[in-house]
């Protein structure tokens, strides 16, 4: 991030390139605000308690504060996509299932989540790309093997004109 990428209005240029060094470096909200990683990953049960009990709405506001908060935890961003996908928000789950696939280990699971987003959304060419991006992204003889089988059934289905 650099200063020019903040808001020209921004109080004080100063403050503008110490907070662009300070993204730069990785450093999150909860360290500036000294909130303790033990805080945040009770925040997280407390997310995760209220998804697991249908309560999305709910569950959505605390993945929304984790992910500003500590915007690099590919965890936080799956708890906000999934329960953005639950109330039907599917484009903006498949962004944040895509953040998620790009800060964390698990970028197969989080690409088909994608892609179910795209095709619920009415995406069908959107989900296409998702998908062949995860084939093309796994090894079939990796531990991603059954992934990346749904994922080319579901392309076979699509190309066919069956689904979506």
């Not at 300070?22 to 500036?32: E, F, R």
């Not at 993945?63 to 639950?86: E, I, V």
Request: with cysteine.
């Amino acid at each position: 991030m650099t200063a020019e990428a903040l808001p020209a209005n921004f109080p004080d240029p100063a403050i503008n390139d110490l907070l662009a060094e300070l993204t730069d470096a990785g450093v999150t909200l909860a360290q500036l605000q000294g909130v303790t990683d033990q805080e945040l990953d009770a925040t997280y049960r407390l997310g995760y308690t209220a998804y697991a009990a249908g309560n999305y709405r709910g569950a959505l506001d605390v993945f929304r504060f984790l992910c500003t908060y500590r915007h690099s935890d590919a965890k936080a961003w799956h708890g906000l996509a999934a329960c953005q996908q639950m109330l039907k928000a599917y484009e903006t789950a498949a962004h944040s299932y895509l953040t998620a696939a790009l800060l964390g280990d698990d970028v197969a699971h989080e690409l088909l989540h994608a892609a179910d987003c795209q095709l619920a959304a009415g995406n069908r060419e959107g989900a296409l790309q998702l998908l062949y991006l995860l084939v093309a992204s796994t090894a079939a003889d990796h531990g991603d093997a059954e992934i990346r089988g749904r994922a080319e059934t579901i392309i076979g289905l699509l190309e066919q004109g069956k689904a979506a």
